[in-house]
């Protein structure tokens, strides 16, 4: 991040949910957290230079094969290696049905596109928009993964238990709640489950802490230094 670093005075986490996107921020050093709902991408201001935000989504895309930060990813997270869905090739973003994706992800790598990788392609392809040709946002609007962050959060041992089982949210709350308090509480009281989902919440608050970390320059560096995509954007995963 550089010098950047210096400039930023709001963190920003954004995760997607079955709605769209839930939005959570804080103000550098603080520990109250605002929240919203936004149904896109199209909602998401980026134009202040002294807002950081990290969201769970591919950014940078490879164009015939696997990135090699989800690589790297997987390895480190072990027991919860399955929560990194393997990006999509750039060429897949065309594809308007799962069996067209396929095709386009077998012509270009050889092998097809899974359908975790599908149900998030729309937003994967709205991101991308959002960033074409505005190559600078790419400072401000940062990849991470959740399940990375819990674990650089937890000493760098991966979650013990899946997010969606009780045991595995506590797991989660239990580091959440003492940097956050009753936010979890707080937003989960503001929005219907069909809307939000508890891992949903529990995963943008994972963001906000890595957003965090990238801020002030203590953060994971997950994949290749300086790799970009075809289009200039990072293939890299922060925590």
């Known amino acids: 991040m550089g010098p950047l670093c210096r400039l930023i005075k709001l963190l920003r986490g954004l995760d997607g949910c079955a709605a769209g996107w839930l939005l959570v921020w804080a103000e550098v050093g603080a520990s109250s957290v605002g929240a919203s709902l936004l149904a896109s991408t199209a ?47 750039r060429s897949v973003l065309q594809a308007r049905s799962y069996s067209e994706a396929c095709e386009l992800s077998f012509e270009a790598q050889g092998r097809k596109l899974s359908k975790q990788t599908y149900n998030i392609l729309a937003k994967v392809r709205a991101v991308d928009a959002l960033l074409q040709g505005q190559g600078a946002l790419s400072q401000r609007l940062v990849e991470v993964h959740p399940e990375l962050s819990f674990q650089q959060w937890n000493n760098g041992i991966p979650m013990a238990q899946a997010k969606k089982t009780a045991e595995g949210r506590q797991q989660r709350l239990h580091l959440i709640e003492p940097r956050f308090p009753g936010a979890f509480a707080e937003i989960r009281g503001r929005y219907k489950r069909r809307e939000i989902a508890d891992d949903d919440i529990l995963d943008a608050l994972a963001c906000l802490w890595s957003a965090e970390r990238i801020a002030s320059g203590n953060h994971l560096h997950v994949g290749q230094p300086g790799q970009i995509d075809a289009c200039g954007l990072p293939m890299q995963i922060l925590a």
């Open 43 to 89: 909602d998401l201001s980026l134009e202040d230079p002294a807002t950081l935000t990290a969201i769970d989504i591919p950014i940078g895309l490879h164009h015939n094969g696997p990135r090699p930060c989800d690589q790297q990813a997987r390895q480190l997270l072990g027991p919860r290696r399955s929560s990194v869905f393997p990006a999509p090739v």
